[in-house]
């Protein structure tokens, strides 16, 4: 299909403001944008061009972690507005993650800002909420038959439930086909071999990038 | 405070308060201090229940003191108990989840991040004028979070909370004499969220994201209203208390949460607008700072040199640190969580004596985890940090006697 020269044109404004964090003009440009024509499945893909480069500068360096919020929620009014204008095939599914703060443990931003972008990023996330109990991740990914368990933990609270996830995962044959990493304040790289769990990290854009990385590596293995 | 007090090793040639007051100036001690931030580990370690403890200052007393029995001596007494749920929300400006009431009555208090400021609030906090500014402000936004201060009008909220004052100037007056008695430096005067921060806490990280965007500069001109009304604020009270340090929480403005450009323009202005007031008052500045810091070192070398303490949590690299701004401010810290939970002595024991090497190397060094003890840790591991002061610490002649 041809596309005239003034969508293309809107197009290309509705990409300015994604990449100048004009969030209060976003989904009025959606609307236009839709208003002349524009596929949903265009707007979807430019918006993930621009969520691409702000992730490419914030691994830089060029960008912190304000810039990616503000993305996520341009992104988040975006997909609100076109979701139910795709069709179902048109959003690919990476792949599904049980997430969630563990027992003893209440704090939600960094899981909250992890599942933004994960979300943003094609992830399908069941997020089990806050103090969730260990046999609760392991029933969920049982049930989901999620590749990833996501646990984040702003206190050293969260280590022993931690522990006992692995535990159970052991227990009930799912360790070998679920990846699990840790992140929040509180946990090291050195946590990795001390919990056995398969990464860490303290920043929920390079947990993102890791999640996709032990995906593709778990699917050559396959 | 009065008098240097006793000296509480045989090895020490200065008493806690003068090494304390050394290391801030940047000189080179008799050997490195230790502070203990130990809080929510105390019932644990003895077996009390937390709901107990944080309720009743019987209680906390009893525990702190078998805890520094058992575990001590150190230097510096991390003073941080409340004397009422009030009084803790009104300094740190959070809605805590206290055990024994939200919580089970074993478990440490926790904050609920909950969005009780409104974007609007900006524009009143710029309406009023600078006296009593941040007063006023705490004021209205407490019955917002904090249930005592719910269904109460302004004027009982205030005879309510310098009662409270009252109660935690004696119940500290007391743990002033014990701390000389043993020959602690007790580390708080006063301690308080500094305002950029309570914005960010107030608002939630999404929404105050948004406004970094939408509404940048209303969040430095409210945040510089509310600077010198707060330092005043600080000020006074740890006058009150007899301790001339004032810890100042910066929990929200590493680069973890705001790019350099972002502290630089919006953040530093009120931060530099209170550190500098409280060091005109002749008292030291803790800054306790959170999440990573190292890109915003360039802008804290423009506060006073040899003054300030700078209390890392871990995420900032202390070696680093010390390199780049080491000569200009004391450094704090800062012994990782899980090492203390999960490690075992001689992993502590390593990163202690790594710690004092390197970043303790000429003065202007505290010893201590980063940020407070977990309440999970181990003991012995508590016990090598502690000893790794006496055994690797000294400075001078006394290091290898």
């Not at chain 1, 599942?115 to 997020?127: K, Q, S, T």
């Not at chain 2, 949460?257 to 009120?270: C, G, M, V, Y």
């Not at chain 2, 915003?296 to 040899?306: C, I, M, S």
Request: aromatic fraction near 10%.
């Amino acid at each position: 299909m041809s596309r005239g020269a003034g969508q293309g044109d809107r197009l290309s404004r509705f990409q300015e403001l994604f990449l100048g964090f004009q969030i209060d003009s976003i989904s009025g440009e959606v609307a236009a944008l839709l208003d002349a024509g524009a596929a949903p499945k265009e707007i979807l893909s430019a918006s993930q061009r621009c969520m691409e480069e702000i992730g490419k500068a914030f691994e830089e360096g060029s960008y912190y972690l304000p810039e990616l919020i503000v993305a996520g929620e341009m992104f988040k009014r975006v997909t609100e507005r076109i979701g139910p204008l795709l069709s179902s095939s048109a959003r690919e599914v990476r792949g599904r993650i049980v997430l969630g703060t563990p027992k003893g443990d209440i704090h939600h931003l960094g899981k909250d800002i992890f599942r933004m972008l994960a979300e943003a990023n094609d992830f399908v996330v069941y997020d089990l909420g806050v103090d969730v109990r260990p046999e609760a991740f392991v029933q969920k990914v049982a049930e989901t038959g999620a590749e990833i368990l996501g646990m984040s933990a702003l206190i050293t609270a969260g280590f022993d439930p931690m522990k006992e996830v692995m535990r159970l995962l052991e227990e009930k044959g799912l360790r070998r086909r679920v990846k699990v990493l840790i992140g929040g304040g509180v946990t090291t790289k050195e946590m990795v071999r001390k919990l056995g769990v398969d990464a860490q990290t303290l920043d929920a854009y390079e947990g993102v990038k890791i999640i996709q990385s032990l995906l593709m590596k778990a699917e050559a293995i396959a | 405070m009065k008098g240097p007090g006793k000296k509480i090793q045989e090895k020490d040639r200065l008493a806690a308060e003068e090494r304390l007051e050394q290391v801030v100036r940047l000189e080179e001690p008799d050997r490195v201090p230790v502070s203990m931030m130990i809080y929510y580990y105390g019932p644990f370690h003895t077996g009390t229940r937390m709901s107990a403890y944080m309720g009743r200052p019987d209680v906390y007393r009893k525990v702190t003191r078998k805890v520094y029995e058992d575990l001590g001596p150190w230097d510096i007494y991390y003073n941080i108990n409340p004397v009422s749920r009030l009084l803790y929300s009104f300094v740190l400006m959070m809605k805590y989840l206290f055990p024994g009431d939200e919580l089970p009555d074993d478990v440490m208090a926790q904050v609920e991040e909950i969005e009780y400021m409104k974007a609007e609030d900006y524009d009143r906090i710029l309406e009023t004028g600078y006296y009593f500014s941040d007063l006023a402000f705490r004021l209205r936004m407490l019955p917002r979070f904090c249930k005592e201060a719910q269904s109460i009008k302004p004027a009982r909220l205030w005879v309510l909370l310098a009662r409270d004052i009252v109660r935690q100037k004696l119940f500290w007056d007391r743990d002033l004499r014990w701390c000389r008695e043993q020959g602690l430096a007790m580390q708080i005067g006063f301690q308080a969220e500094m305002p950029f921060d309570v914005f960010s806490m107030a608002r939630t990280v999404i929404p105050f994201s948004l406004d970094l965007f939408q509404r940048p500069d209303k969040i430095r001109r409210a945040a510089l209203r509310l600077a010198p009304s707060f330092a005043e604020s600080c000020i006074w009270m740890a006058r009150l208390m007899g301790v001339p340090r004032v810890q100042c929480y910066c929990h929200r403005t590493s680069n973890s949460f705001i790019s350099p450009r972002q502290f630089e323009e919006l953040a530093f202005p009120s931060l530099e607008a209170v550190v500098c007031r409280i060091v005109e008052a002749g008292m030291t500045p803790i800054l306790h700072c959170d999440g990573d810091w190292m890109k915003n070192f360039k802008a804290l070398r423009r506060l006073p040199a040899k003054k300030i303490i700078l209390q890392l949590d871990g995420l900032t690299d202390i070696f680093r640190a010390k390199e780049e701004i080491g000569d200009h401010m004391c450094l704090f810290g800062d012994v990782p969580a899980d090492k203390l939970v999960m490690g075992s002595p001689q992993e502590v024991e390593e990163y202690c004596h790594r710690l004092i090497e390197e970043v303790g190397r000429g003065g202007g060094f505290i010893l201590a985890a980063g940020c407070e003890i977990p309440y999970n840790a181990r003991p012995e591991n508590l016990r090598a940090l502690v000893q790794s002061a006496y055994k690797y610490g000294y400075y001078g002649p006394q290091a290898s006697s």
